[in-house]
Structures are given as structure tokens and as C-alpha cells.
């Protein structure tokens, strides 16, 4: 049995517009979640390439939210040239500073012409606009993410319209699920032992919270941190459409034309764990579901690169796998 400490983690990334004022941008609206007021940037600090900006969001209820950004070459603040983006999303209890600080993506993308964007997801959001009992609101990451965070960027920050998104384990299901929902933002998407199948219904044996499937042992995770489980998609049966609006192996069709690469381990140590290893009970039960949306992708005739076999819930894979899927995401970028 793995620690409790250890699965938490692993549950656990135009032109100036005249009308708006600088440090602000305008969100979209037309669906729950959205609002018309304005993302708020409280606070810059500059370290070399990275760039944090602290932002207030309507779209999080006001809260405050940090956005790493690792500068390409050339960057000044106020530039207006524009660069392609990739979209850097971390996974469950991690934030802004996973990917930038325990891999090699800053040196990796230190002589590239992209602005890498690393944004706060919550220690739990699963990429989501919360369902709160029907009522929406705040939380609404994808919101915050993709309408407000994006836009802000594009007006203020050099960032082009020429996207690519990455993520792992929770960050492997947003990066999927924000592709999907929003057709044609991406040109790419990959998923580093991502949580693609959410509704899985196979059962876990002696996992930190006992024998059970995802759906379960997300609800005592979230419900660990004091926060009612129920808001994010409500009951899995009764709220089954808030699901599958959030599950990318339910969203599969919707990332046709666009390539995926999709990684993941079973569980059985692999070539880049120490010796000594233990079965790593998280990782058998995230694998798996990179497998079943590989299947729906291929029924929906998806552009899929994969990459399964053993290996756990590790760091060293993701890294192994960004590496792996990096010339195919500076590719679609036009570096």
C-alpha cells in the first residue's frame, strides 16, 4: 500500500486591444461559470526568464492566483510582438512552480521562441468549472484559464494565438478536457499519466482509501481537504452529464484532427524507478484509463502517439515523456 501522502499528489499549466486597460482583460460570458468582469493583476516579480504574475479572478470569486510565465528571447515588458504558447498544466496538491521547478522545462525551452505559461489549477480543480449543487460559480478554472488568463496574456504578455497544451496526471486530464471543449484553440495535446478515464468503473486493490475506483477515492480526497466533494461534479450517477462533460475518454471525438501524445505505467516498477520499487497502487489505477481513452480514440480515428507500459506515479516519467513528446509540441508551435 502506498502512503497517503504519496496519492494525494498524484490526484494531485493579438494585437493590443484598444478598449481595455493595461493589467486587465475582459472574460467571455454566455455560459455558467462565466462572468463579465474583469481579471486583475495584483502583482509582478521577474526572476530572469520567469515571470510570475499574481491575479485577482472573478471567474475564482476574487481570489488570488498565481501565472508563471518562462520568457522566450526578446521579451520586454509592453512588447508587441507575439509568440506561440505552450500551456504547461500541473497535477493534484501541485501549483505554478511543478513544472519549472522539478523537471528540466526551463532549460529545455531556453532557446525556443515560445512563451511557456505555467498557471495555478487549485490542488484539486480538475480543470473545471465547478457544478456547486447547480449553481456553477466560483471555482471556475476553465473560466479563469482559458477566457480570462488567455486573454490577458494576449493583450499584455506577447502571447499569440498559436497554442499547445501539456499536462500531467490531473493536468493530463485538463489539458484533454480544455482541447476538447474548446475545438480549435490547440493544435496539440499531450497527457503525462493523465486521468483520462474519470467514470472507469474498476476497482483499485489496496489503495490508500481502501479497494475502490476513481470516482470514490476522488470524493474522500477532496473531502480530506474540507471541501465538499459534491461541488465539483456532483453525485457520479444522478449528475452523469456533468461527468462526462469533464471526462476526456467521454470527449475523445472532439480531439480529432488535432495529434495527442499519451503516456502512463500500469503500476509494476519500470525502467526509471530504483531498485526496490514498490507497486505503485495510484498509478494502477490512472494507467488504465490512459488505455481506455486510447481505445475510444481509436474508434474516433484519433491522431494518437502512446507510450504504455510499466512505470509509477513518478516524476522521472513525466520528465522522460515531456522529453519525448517536446519536438512534436515545438513542431505544431512552428519553432
Keep these: 500500500m502506498i502512503s497517503r501522502r504519496r496519492f494525494l499528489a498524484p490526484l494531485a499549466a493579438l494585437p493590443l486591444a484598444a478598449a481595455l486597460p493595461a493589467g486587465q482583460a475582459r472574460a467571455h460570458d454566455g455560459s455558467p461559470g462565466r462572468t463579465r468582469d474583469r481579471i486583475r493583476v495584483v502583482s509582478e516579480r521577474r526572476d530572469g526568464r520567469v515571470l510570475d504574475l499574481t491575479v485577482a479572478s472573478p471567474a475564482l470569486g476574487g481570489a488570488e492566483a498565481v501565472v508563471r510565465l518562462l520568457l522566450p528571447r526578446g521579451w520586454q515588458p509592453g512588447t508587441h510582438r507575439r509568440w506561440p504558447v505552450l500551456y504547461m498544466l500541473h497535477g493534484a496538491t501541485g501549483d505554478h512552480r511543478m513544472w519549472s521547478e522539478r523537471t528540466d522545462l526551463p532549460e529545455i525551452t531556453e532557446d525556443r521562441d515560445v512563451l511557456v505559461v505555467i498557471p495555478d489549477g487549485g490542488p484539486f480543480s480538475y480543470y473545471s468549472n465547478w457544478w456547486n449543487h447547480g449553481s456553477y460559480g466560483a471555482p471556475a478554472w476553465e473560466t479563469f484559464h482559458l477566457d480570462e488568463m488567455r486573454t490577458l496574456l494576449e493583450h499584455n504578455y506577447g502571447a499569440g494565438t498559436r497554442r499547445a497544451i501539456a499536462g500531467l496526471s490531473m493536468g493530463g486530464q485538463g489539458a484533454f478536457k480544455y482541447a476538447a471543449a474548446r475545438p480549435g484553440m490547440f493544435r496539440m495535446a499531450a497527457s503525462y499519466s493523465g486521468v483520462l478515464n474519470t467514470t472507469a468503473p474498476r476497482v483499485v486493490i489496496g489503495g490508500p482509501f481502501g479497494d475502490t475506483d476513481?470516482?470514490?477515492?476522488?470524493?474522500?480526497?477532496?473531502?480530506?481537504?474540507?471541501?465538499?466533494?459534491?461541488?465539483?461534479?456532483?453525485?457520479?450517477?444522478?449528475?452523469?452529464?456533468?461527468?462526462?462533460?469533464?471526462?476526456?475518454?467521454?470527449?475523445?471525438?472532439?480531439?480529432?484532427?488535432?495529434?495527442?501524445?499519451?503516456?502512463?505505467?500500469?503500476?509494476?516498477?519500470?525502467?526509471?524507478?530504483?531498485?526496490?520499487?514498490?507497486?505503485?497502487?495510484?498509478?494502477?489505477?490512472?494507467?488504465?484509463?490512459?488505455?481506455?481513452?486510447?481505445?475510444?480514440?481509436?474508434r474516433h480515428r484519433l491522431r494518437m502517439t502512446t507510450a504504455l507500459g510499466p512505470g509509477t506515479h513518478t516524476m522521472p516519467y513525466w520528465q522522460h515523456h515531456l522529453h519525448k513528446s517536446f519536438p512534436m509540441l515545438m513542431d505544431v508551435l512552428g519553432d
Design 214 to 298: 476513481f470516482a470514490t477515492a476522488q470524493g474522500m480526497f477532496i473531502d480530506a481537504y474540507g471541501t465538499d466533494h459534491l461541488r465539483l461534479w456532483g453525485d457520479r450517477y444522478k449528475q452523469a452529464a456533468v461527468w462526462a462533460a469533464n471526462n476526456p475518454t467521454d470527449l475523445a471525438w472532439r480531439l480529432r484532427g488535432i495529434p495527442l501524445y499519451i503516456s502512463a505505467g500500469d503500476g509494476n516498477p519500470g525502467p526509471l524507478d530504483p531498485p526496490g520499487t514498490k507497486f505503485d497502487t495510484g498509478e494502477a489505477m490512472f494507467g488504465p484509463m490512459s488505455n481506455d481513452f486510447v481505445a475510444a480514440g481509436r
